[in-house]
């Protein structure tokens, strides 16, 4: 079955940095991946979608690339604030749109 | 536009019982989808409800089941409930007809289980 493997240890940065969030995965062929953000106590929120023939996503802040060759997937968030501090998911959508999740690596952005 | 909720939000029930919880999807969705979601883990998928049908299931036994009715609202079934189902229960509506369409999620219902 497919493994989906985010960073398990929370991801400390100093505000302004740019965070770099991984997810790995194996046994899959995903049509496209997703980030998603939660917030504890809140269903996850969704961010940015990449697709499988597409090397790099922007959007605003955000940037995220996807390799199918080394079948990883980055999310970077540019001039971090504290507000950015939250789980970040990231998530394999088949072309039925049905999703797998990592289990999501929580950053911190301290002021 | 109306956003996906959950009832109830918090429940706590004993070994053995059923619960049922219900989602209402966000307005223009016709697909819903259940996620469970451990303390520190990711949601795994549960099961997914197109047209008021299964439309594929995760790693889970049939105690779990689920409807969809015809407003696209849907409830999540839960028989002999066991103390590893407490979790937070999520469910996700999103647009078939759009491709990669993005889960919209609700808030969830915290199931504790003892």
């Known amino acids: 079955s497919q493994k989906i493997e985010q960073n398990s240890e929370a991801l400390n940065i100093q505000e302004g940095k740019t965070a770099t969030l991984t997810c790995n995965y194996t046994?899959?062929?995903?049509?496209?991946l997703q980030w998603y953000r939660q917030d504890p106590g809140r269903g996850p929120v969704f961010l940015l979608l990449i697709r499988e023939n597409e090397k790099e996503k922007r959007k605003e802040r955000l940037k995220v690339t996807f390799d199918t060759t080394l079948k990883q997937s980055l999310f970077h968030i540019t001039a971090s604030q504290p507000a950015d501090s939250a789980t970040y998911l990231c998530a394999l959508g088949d072309n039925f749109n049905k999703f797998y999740f990592g289990s999501g690596t929580k950053l911190n952005v301290k002021p | 536009e109306t956003g996906v909720t959950q009832s109830p939000t918090h429940l706590i029930k004993t070994r053995g019982q059923q619960v049922t919880l219900r989602c209402s999807s966000q307005?223009?969705?016709?697909?819903v989808s259940w996620y469970q979601q451990a303390l520190g883990q990711g949601p795994q998928f549960i099961f997914q409800y197109y047209r008021e049908e299964e439309n594929g299931r995760g790693n889970f036994p049939p105690r779990f089941s689920g409807l969809q009715f015809p407003n696209y609202s849907s409830e999540l079934n839960v028989n002999a409930l066991e103390l590893d189902d407490s979790a937070l229960y999520l469910c996700a509506s999103s647009d078939r007809y759009i491709y990669n369409s993005p889960l919209h999620f609700g808030n969830g219902t915290r199931l504790t289980v003892t």
């Open positions: 046994n899959y062929s995903p049509a496209y």
């Open positions: 307005s223009g969705h016709n697909t």
